[in-house]
């Protein structure tokens, strides 16, 4: 669990920061932009990515993955 939360969290901090940038326009003064609307976009793509991780995460699976192989090469010995 603390490694999926972990995977999350950075993925939806990775998603927030790439909708903010893609929300400022530009050659558009950054006194212009409507910070507001930035904001608030990508704090909701932060939340669908929270949720779309629920349905699983391949780093996570990957991890999992390899935490079971040497497991079984550590029984083999």
Do not use: Y
Not at 8 to 20: G, L, S, W, Y
Not at 49 to 61: D, F, H, R, W, Y
């Amino acid at each position: 669990m603390k490694t999926w939360l972990k995977a999350a969290v950075i993925r939806a901090i990775k998603t927030i920061c790439q909708v903010m940038v893609a929300m400022i326009p530009v050659g558009v003064m950054v006194t212009e932009v409507n910070w507001k609307s930035v904001v608030f976009t990508a704090i909701l793509a932060g939340i669908l990515s929270m949720l779309t991780s629920v349905a699983g995460l391949p780093e996570v699976k990957l991890q999992q993955s390899i935490e079971q192989h040497m497991e079984e090469e550590k029984n083999d010995r």
